[in-house]
Nanobody, 127 residues
Framework: QVQVVESGGRVVQAGGSLRLSCAVL????????MGWFRQAPGKEREFVTA????????YYADSVKGRFTISRDNAKNTVYLQMNSLRPEDTADYYC????????????????????WGQGTQVTVSS
């Protein structure tokens, strides 16, 4: 059984920063490839960023490149999403997901590449 638990979402002013955390609770010690997605009200879930199991491969959506940073600490089974220069359009429920994707392809953008999902954490950016 694998559990994915996000935390850190809250209301923040535009231009501000926020760090989300994602803990993976699993009986296995093997780290997963991890991704962050977000879903705004009335919109489809969209890819934000991903990091492979070792941290050697990192990907970002164009909309967050240069503002968001993903990182991981495998000793703590935790992935982080540092979000800077937040904009009102970043408002969404943010979901963390664990799975496996092939590096060198765009599999990391697909929700189907991830097996385990968290419940989401709400981020609201006020203008």
């Amino acid at each position: 059984q694998v559990q994915v638990v996000e935390s850190g979402g809250r209301v923040v002013q535009a231009g501000g920063s926020l760090r989300l955390s994602c803990a993976v609770l699993s009986r296995t010690s093997s780290p997963y490839d991890m991704g962050w997605f977000r879903q705004a009200p009335g919109k489809e879930r969209e890819f934000v960023t991903a990091i492979n199991w070792s941290g050697a491969s990192i990907y970002y959506a164009d909309s967050v490149k240069g503002r968001f940073t993903i990182s991981r600490d495998n000793a703590k089974n935790t992935v982080y999403l540092q979000m800077n220069s937040l904009r009102p359009e970043d408002t969404a429920d943010y979901y963390c997901a664990a799975g496996a994707f092939r590096t060198g392809t765009n599999d990391y953008t697909r929700t189907t590449s991830y097996t385990y999902w968290g419940q989401g954490t709400q981020v609201t950016v006020s203008s």
